[in-house]
């Protein structure tokens, strides 16, 4: 059987699970997939939540913001960290220590500091996703072999033509796979975040549809996450493939 065959047959057999045991449960906690689709079909078609659109994009411009601020703050801080190694062996043992303490703990504070709008939720997407970005960017540059800079210096490579040509295509799949990281994690902060308590984005409709008993709503509302999630991953898979390449 081919890879494709193999996931089929898994999705149908719990797609038939998932049916069988919705049948069985309350409804108003469960709802099986005969159920879900035709609400999913009344999410797509706008007819249940006509606002559905705006919500996405709000969703996706925090996403954006996020990840961008994680980005830029995680390499200049791990670039910092890494090349200066008294910098590192100072700062990386305590942001290991952050990294460790489960995020969720932080978002009453920036709730409280930012408000219900999205503030709050970059500043919640920033923080999950800036700590294994600027990990793997420390992690990447202690990696590179110190015979190689030497090798690279002894030919007269400038210092920034030795950090282009030798460090960054050497640590770069450590770099790409915590970019990667950094991302999938910065969609989920923005999700919790409007879920935990927001008035707009797609986390406040599930929030919504939740409170209200309104299962069916809430599972279809739940996949179209699950595909804003999936795509975004795939997108990054695919730059970390390109960027691998690049690096060969």
Do not use: C
């Not at 007269?156 to 460090?167: E, Q, S």
């Not at 935990?196 to 509302?221: F, K, M």
């Amino acid at each position: 059987m081919t890879v494709a065959a193999i996931r089929l047959a898994l999705v149908l057999a719990l797609v038939l699970a998932w049916e069988g045991a919705a049948r069985f449960s309350n409804p108003l906690l469960s709802a099986p997939p005969s159920v879900v689709l035709p609400a999913l079909v009344r999410v797509l078609t706008l007819d249940s939540y006509p606002e559905l659109p705006r919500h996405l994009l709000v969703t996706a411009r925090e996403i954006a913001i996020a990840y961008a601020m994680a980005v830029l703050a995680g390499l200049a801080i791990g670039f910092a960290l890494g090349l200066y190694r008294t910098l590192g062996r100072a700062y990386g043992p305590i942001l290991a220590a952050l990294y460790a303490v489960p995020a969720v703990v932080w978002y009453p504070s920036l709730m409280l500091f930012f408000g219900l709008d999205s503030s709050s939720k970059i500043a919640f997407g920033f923080l999950l996703g800036f700590f294994p970005i600027t990990l793997a960017v420390l992690a990447g540059i202690r990696q590179v072999s110190p015979q190689l800079v030497t090798v690279a210096r002894a030919f007269g490579a400038t210092p920034l033509t030795t950090f282009v040509k030798v460090m960054v295509p050497a640590m770069m799949f450590t770099l790409v796979g915590g970019l990667r990281t950094g991302l999938a994690l910065t969609v989920i902060g923005v999700i919790v975040g409007e879920i935990l308590g927001s008035r707009q984005g797609i986390g406040s409709l599930i929030n919504h549809a939740y409170g209200l008993l309104r299962t069916a709503d809430y599972v279809a509302l739940v996949l179209v996450t699950l595909v804003l999630i999936v795509a975004s991953d795939a997108l990054a898979s695919l730059v970390e493939h390109r960027a691998q390449r690049w690096s060969e």
